[in-house]
């Protein structure tokens, strides 16, 4: 571009020049040509001074358009060598490019002969090291093969003794062969020596076992000997015993037969005495049999008579008991009313003692007010636990199909809200059986509650529950191992207020087991208890195994 | 003891005067009940509800809002109280608690069915006691929302 914008300016230029130069020319030609038409002469030669300038002009004009058309061609070649420069240029950038690219080759060139060189003199230090080896294994060799050509003449020496040595042991040899020829023949002859001699002694050792044996017998015999010595003894003292026995015996015979005849005599007395009273029971008979006769004589009508009179006493009987047992029941009522009115007004009216004039106690003085309001819960206590035990003696039994093991849950269940259960309570699969259910509950109550009391303070309490069919009866067992009791006093376990156990340590009243005695005996069943003091006790109770409401 | 415009809250008969006297101090204690009046046997019980012997003339409209009713009383027992308050119009709708030291079978059933409200067994221990009346005069009083 640059060059053709040259071009153009050169151009722009030489028309300037040109229009100037036609400017000035009609300039020039009007005021000529006025000019003229006023002067004359003068005007000539002012014309031709001027043709000469017009001419001058124009070669100047001339040489100037050669100029320009000269300078458009050193334009042009300008141009052309510009472009040849950038050619240059872009081609020097090329070479410039190339030239890196080779330098960066001989750069990784150069770093891969120093790695090569590295490992060449590696490789030259390896090579020195073997060779200065291979100097030492040649020195040893060197060595080794000497010390062989020493020891093949050494050899060689040897060898020349061997061969004397053979050659002297072949004649030992050959004399040896002699001294065995000689030695063979002793030999022989002392294997017959031999051989006599094993026949000798056959029989020696035969002659000696022979002694042996004969010696055993001997003890044998001797041991034989002695033991009949001994039993000889034996029996000689046993007879002397078995004398001085038969003398006794004879003296206690004698003694017999003095006593025999004195009994004999007796005996003769009591037969005598025996035959009177066989007179007398004679007589004793006849009148019997009279008695006898007169009885049968009442007729029936007497009999009838007494069966009455009997039938009105068990009337008049049967009435009293009722009356009695009217009496006991109204006896229990007023137990139960009469005797707990006193009781909360000695608790009540001790607790409003205690809550009013409390500051005015000292330390005694309460604790003689606490012993009081204690003894009266007890009472209380005992007072419920009699009516229950009066109150069974009126119930009226009420049989229904008890399952058993659901029983025993229900009761633990219900326990379990009252008191705290420790132990591991196990309940066999148990036989259902036909009872009043809420008395054996109580029963299952009390037990239960007995078994977890005395097992309490045991590490592991535990309490097993079964029952077996036995002779028509289901029987139901309770185990713990707990403290037990004393066996001596079981008679004592059922009996109203009985207490095995000291109050102190073991709550209770006294009543719990009467009262299961008396369930169960009213059921027709009995119950028992095994123990051992600090092993644990099993009660034991029966029910009979019975059909429905009979 | 005539009370003619003094309002009845409670009617106590009960012949123990240890346990009356233990009743209405259980009731008083917490403000249950300020107007008790105690009897001590049936009789004057009836008396006092029919206005007649030695309550005649009583103000009848004063009725108790509940009669605690002893058992076992002389002269006349509880439960010929109780049968005759249920069997007359002017009294049938007073509630009656019989209160007693019994737990025998028939009685309950006969008071039952003879029209008590409620039977209650009077506890031994005087705190539980306490608490029964206590709690019985809150019921009664308080709680019930009578006819």
Known sequence: MLPVTFLNLAITIMDENKSNTDFFLDVDNKPHQQVAAGLDNSGLKRTEELSIANKELAFQNEEKGKRAAELIIANKELVFQNEEKEKRASELIVANKELAFQNEEKGKRASELIIADIELAFQNEEKEKRASELIIANKELAFQNREKEKRASELIIANKELVFQNEEKEKRASELIIANKELVFQNEEKEKRASELIIANEELVFQNEEKEKRAAELIIANKELVFQNEEKEKRASELIVANKELVFQNEEKEKRAAELIIANKELKYQNKEKEKRAKELITANRELKKAEDNIRKLNEEDIRKLNEELEQKVLERTAQLESANNELESFSYSVSHDLRAPLRAVSGFAILLEEGYNDRFDDEGKRLLSVVQENAKKMGVLIDDLLAFSRLGRKEINKSVIDMTELIENAIRELSISMHIKAKIIVDDLDAVMADATLINQVWMNLLSNAIKYSFNKKNPIIKIRSEKKDGEFIYSITDNGVGFDMQYAHKLFGVFQRLHDAEEFEGTGVGLALVHRIITKHGGRIWASARIGKGATFYFSLPVLQKNN | ?147
């Open chain 2, 1 to 147: 003891m005539i009370m003619k415009n003094i309002e009845v809250e409670i009617l106590l008969v009960e012949d123990s005067v240890h346990d009356a006297e233990l009743a209405v101090r259980a009731l008083q204690k917490n403000n249950v009940a300020k107007h008790i009046v105690h009897l001590k046997d049936g009789a004057a019980a009836l008396d006092f509800l029919f206005g007649t012997g030695k309550y005649k003339g009583r103000n009848l409209d004063n009725k108790p809002k509940v009669i605690l009713l002893d058992l076992k009383m002389p002269k006349v027992n509880g439960l010929e109280v109780l049968e005759k308050i249920c069997s007359n119009e002017l009294t049938k709708k007073i509630p009656v608690v019989v209160l007693t030291s019994s737990k025998e079978h028939p009685d309950v059933e006969k008071a039952y069915q003879l029209g008590a409200n409620s039977y209650i067994v009077k506890p031994v221990d005087f705190e539980s006691f306490r608490k029964v009346v206590n709690d019985l005069g809150i019921y009664w009083l308080l709680l019930n929302q009578p006819l």
